[in-house]
């Protein structure tokens, strides 16, 4: 399985609230800079900086989608150090980690997905980067790293994901109780009609069966 299907819907959620509400949300910060820093040069600046960055992370997207991932690697690296104000940089930082794991490039992919935890000006991109962090850590078998990461979330739309992971590294360890006890939240906290229900039912009740044994 794609260590990143359970996690794509929540990234192009991210997205397309980007793309709903992006320009109101530059705009309103632009302005207040504005008023802090006075003129319209620099609010005219700061937006031809952020449409500079939408560009290149386009031109990101085409790179991936053809292959290129030199291109995109260069790219999204002028985009980390150059316009890291704008949430494209972690945008891009987020698709080349992608596109490196599905390369089996963990390492490098982890490294991007670490500079979007802690640079990302999103919190959902933040949990996005720990989320997808956690999944690669635990194929390493870095399970006592990846547990920390899963109770780092600030996004109420990723507690069940990161309570689902934390189950999955607790049956990893053999700790069967704290497992039952991830899975419940996992669920708990889950959205209506997530379809993630059954799979994580039928986990809980695993789990149960186990201890009840």
């Not at 990723?158 to 049956?171: C, H, N, P, T, W």
């Amino acid at each position: 399985m794609d260590i990143y299907a359970s996690d794509d819907e929540k990234g192009e959620a991210i997205k397309n609230w980007w793309r709903e509400n992006g320009r109101s949300v530059i705009t309103g910060v632009v302005l207040g800079a504005a008023v802090i820093f006075g003129g319209r040069y620099w609010m005219n600046f700061q937006q031809a900086k952020t449409e500079q960055a939408a560009a290149m992370y386009q031109q990101v997207q085409m790179n991936i989608g053809e292959a290129d991932l030199t291109a995109a690697e260069d790219l999204t690296q002028q985009l980390m150090q150059s316009h890291s104000s704008t949430p494209y940089a972690a945008f891009a930082s987020l698709e080349l980690a992608a596109e490196q794991m599905k390369n089996e490039q963990a390492d490098a992919a982890l490294e991007y997905l670490k500079w979007t935890a802690d640079n990302a000006k999103l919190d959902a991109q933040k949990d996005l980067a720990r989320l997808r962090m956690v999944r690669v850590l635990i194929d390493q078998n870095e399970l006592d790293q990846a547990l920390e990461l899963t109770r780092q979330t600030t996004s109420e739309a990723f507690v069940s994901l990161f309570a689902e992971l934390e189950g999955d590294i607790y049956l990893l360890q053999q700790d069967k109780a704290q497992a039952y006890e991830a899975y419940r939240k996992a669920i708990a906290s889950m959205e209506a009609n997530d379809p993630r229900q059954t799979l994580l039912e039928m986990k809980r009740d695993d789990v149960a069966v186990i201890n009840e044994g």
